[in-house]
């Protein structure tokens, strides 16, 4: 069983930055693909970015040239970085990880069997 906690999140202005890090519990956590998610007030939630255990990303055409993922290994820990933040953007962001299965792009739900509890971002314009 592998734990996630996020951290990172808060209120910022338009265009503002902020620095999104989850910290998981698995000591072989480098050998995870990992993802961000995000959900917003009445929406469902919705993929934002994915990382192999490779290194190989996938970003929603929403966060693409904005939003960075990257992760540490050596402290478990997988940021995302998100420049240039929208209204749009305030959601709860949720951190998943789940070992490499065959297939898959690593853009849905169901392809990640951990989650974090969230952390909420808030965008004002």
């Known amino acids: 069983q592998v734990q996630l906690v996020e951290s990172g999140g808060g209120s910022v202005q338009a265009g503002g930055s902020l620095r999104l890090s989850c910290a998981a519990s698995?000591?072989?956590?480098?050998?995870?693909?990992v993802g961000w998610f995000r959900q917003a007030p009445g929406k469902e939630r919705e993929f934002v970015v994915s990382?192999?255990?490779?290194?190989?990303?996938r970003y929603a055409d929403s966060v693409k040239g904005r939003f960075t993922i990257s992760r540490d290994n050596a402290k478990n820990t997988v940021y995302l970085q998100m420049n240039s933040l929208k209204p749009e953007d305030t959601a709860v962001y949720y951190c998943?990880?789940?070992?490499?299965?065959?297939?898959?792009?690593?853009?849905?739900?169901?392809?990640?069997?951990?989650w974090g509890q969230g952390t909420q971002v808030t965008v004002s314009s």
């Open positions: 698995a000591r072989t956590f480098g050998s995870y693909n």
């Open positions: 998943a990880a789940d070992r490499p299965r065959p297939g898959g792009l690593l853009t849905t739900e169901r392809e990640y069997d951990y």
């Open positions: 990382l192999t255990w490779t290194g190989l990303t």
